[in-house]
C-alpha cells in the first residue's frame, strides 16, 4: 500500500459529484459521487459492463457526460463534453495507460516516448531524450529503445506506454485494465512498473482485474455495481468483509479463480 497517502491529503485532485453517463437509453454511471487525494492510489473494481472504464475515460474527457459536475486539478469539465480550456489542461496534467498499448508503429520506443513533452510541451529534443531514456531505464527496458512497437513482447510495449505517459509529468496517472491484453507470463512486469509508481506516491486511479495487486496497492477499493458505486473502503475491508451483498458475490466469483 502507498504508504505517503497518510501525508498527502489537502484538496481533491479527482472531484465528481451526482456524475451521470448514458449511452443512448443504456444509463451506465449513475450518481456517481468520488474524490481523490494527492498521492492516493484508488483501485476501482467489478463486474465487466458495470461502468470502470466509462468512470475512467470520463475523467479525462475521453467520454462525455450528461449530468454531474467533474472536476480534474481545479479545472472543471462541462457535460456534454464542451470542448473547453479545462479540458486541454486536463489531457497534459493526466496520464492514461490503455488496455491496448496505442503506440505509433511507424515510430521507435524512444521516439513513442519523447513525441508528446516535444509537441505539447514544447521540450528541446535534447531534454525529451533525456527524459524518455530515464524512463525506459526506470520501467526496465532502457535495452529496447531503438526497436519499434512490433519487435517487442506485449508487456514491453505496455511499459513503453507507461513511460510515454509518465514523459509528460502527469499530476495524476490513469489506467483502464493496463494487463487485460497480455500474456499471463508477461503481466507481472507490468504490475511491477506500477508497483513502483505506487510506492513513489504518484497519484493514481486504476481499473483492474488482479485483485491480488489491488489489495496490495491501494489505499481504497472502490466497487461499482451496474453504474453504482455499491461499496468503498480500505483494501482489506473490501476483500476480507465486504458489507454490501453485490461486493461479496463479485468477491466469491473472482476469487475462487
Known amino acids: 500500500m502507498n504508504q505517503q497517502t497518510s501525508q498527502s491529503g489537502g484538496e481533491p485532485i479527482v472531484r ?18 468520488l474524490s481523490v487525494t494527492p498521492g492516493e492510489v484508488v483501485v476501482i473494481i467489478g463486474a465487466s459492463g458495470s ?7 470520463c475523467i479525462n474527457g475521453l467520454e462525455e457526460f450528461q449530468q454531474g459536475e467533474l472536476e480534474v486539478d481545479g479545472n472543471p469539465l462541462k457535460p456534454h463534453g464542451k ?28 521516439d513513442n516516448v519523447t513525441l508528446a513533452p516535444m509537441k505539447v510541451r514544447g521540450w528541446s529534443r535534447e531534454d525529451a531524450t533525456e527524459t524518455a531514456e530515464r524512463l525506459l531505464e526506470r520501467v526496465g527496458i532502457s535495452d529496447q529503445a531503438a526497436k519499434f512497437p512490433t519487435q517487442l513482447s506485449g508487456g514491453q510495449q505496455q511499459r513503453v506506454a507507461l513511460a510515454r505517459a509518465l514523459a509528460m509529468e502527469p499530476r495524476l496517472m490513469l489506467f483502464d485494465e493496463p494487463t487485460s491484453a497480455l500474456d499471463p507470463e508477461m503481466i507481472g512486469e507490468v504490475l511491477d512498473a506500477m508497483r513502483e509508481l505506487a510506492n513513489e506516491g504518484m497519484t493514481m486511479l486504476i481499473v483492474t482485474h488482479e485483485m491480488g495487486f489491488a489489495r496490495e496497492v491501494a489505499d481504497r477499493v472502490i466497487f ?4 453504482e458505486i455499491a461499496e468503498e473502503g480500505p483494501p482489506e475491508t473490501i476483500f476480507d468483509s465486504p458489507q454490501a451483498e453485490p461486493t461479496r458475490n463479485f468477491l466469491s466469483r473472482v476469487l475462487k479463480h
Open 51 to 57: 461502468g470502470k472504464s466509462t468512470l475512467i475515460r
Open 16 to 33: 465528481l459529484s451526482k456524475l451521470n453517463k448514458s449511452f443512448g437509453t443504456l444509463h451506465v454511471l449513475k450518481d456517481i459521487d
Open 83 to 110: 470542448a473547453t480550456k479545462a479540458l486541454q489542461k486536463i489531457r497534459t496534467e493526466v496520464g492514461m495507460v490503455f488496455q491496448q498499448f496505442n503506440l505509433f508503429p511507424h515510430l521507435s520506443v524512444l
Open 224 to 227: 461499482i455495481h451496474k453504474g
